[in-house]
């Protein structure tokens, strides 16, 4: 059954996943468009802490967390989120609902191998400078979508009982169409900028875990990754149209190469397994060549990513019988980051706060996780726009020994 549902669910996302616009955020206009993928629910759920080698969930930012499945782990999940944007003239709400991952992890021995499709950043805005009323005076309309999604196929292994490595080949692919239409007031005809981004590249990851017992049931859990610094080649598209003018003029196509930074993920907790963990999280990636030749500005640069986290779980009893409240695991968060976005001489900050339930499907090791993130990203100063969203996720784990030979047919 379970199977089955897999099946159905990969088809439906693979689908649905390259059409989706993921964010409202005009900071998004940026770069590569907004990061999107902030780890699987479970981890989302404690923002991102994630150090933990788990047997029955997939942690797909560190490889060497694959050698610690003991069960074909399929995962999948998607994202219902709302936001207002305020700035000093106004406000607007918005909302979206996206794909966030699909990955399947599968145990071999004292290797884990996982593969999967995890959509990586999304670009969508629409900005409207209205004018109209002032003769003379120009009004103007930007809009963006698209985004760069990611395949990716790892490996890990178990070293020893409680260390493992692990490496990951990536994938990135997408595309980015902007439009830009530009209007005199008391001018009949206007002009409007169309670009297209085909944008594709490699990257690789290098990972370890290691844990170790420091008191009783209690654990030491580490974790390590990172992530080399990559090209991003990008096939531009660029067209003039003037309104009345049934002939675009199209420009030669052209080529930018685009630099992806390196980025460290350092991880720590204590906790006993099953019962409860508290850790943190820490994040750092270089500014990297993130600005392609339709949204390269004099008041925009790029600084370094920095995130800094800390969350936990809690499971009263695992192993209850008579209370199924007992063993659902209750996950809570806190995380800051500096997104590496400086507009206007304002560093674009993230701070916000994640809390979650993973639910046990009865009679499997499969379990529903649901979780919520709210905060605030951005600030009004400096003509800028400040965005709090609440986001609502679900998730599915689905866990099932796939490549056992029956013995009774």
Known sequence: MIKKIIISACLLISFASFAQEGTASPYSFYGIGDIKFKGTLEYRSMAGVAVEQDSIHLNIENPASYASLMQTTFTVGGTFGTSTLKSNTGSAKAQRTTFDYLAVGIPVGKFGVSFGLIPLSTVGYKILDDNTATEGAVSSQLSGKGGINKVYFGVGYKIKPHWTIGA????????????SIEQVTGVQNGTSESNASTLS???FDLGTMYQTKIYKKV???TSLSYTFSSNLNSENVREINVSGDPDPYAYPTSTTKLKLPSRVIIGAGIGESRKWLIGTTLAF????????YYNAMDNVRYENYAKYAIGGYYIPNYTSFTSYLSRITYRAGLKYEKIGLIVNNESIKDVGMTLGAGIPIPGYFSNVNIGIEFGKKGTVSSNLVQENYVNFSVGFSFNDKWFVKSKFN
Request: hydrophobic share 30%.
């Open 168 to 179: 990951d080949v990536q994938y990135n692919f997408g595309k980015i169409t902007t439009t």
């Open 219 to 221: 654990n030491l859990f």
């Open 285 to 292: 990636q270089g500014e990297g060549q993130l600005a392609n």
């Open 201 to 203: 590249g490699a990257n």
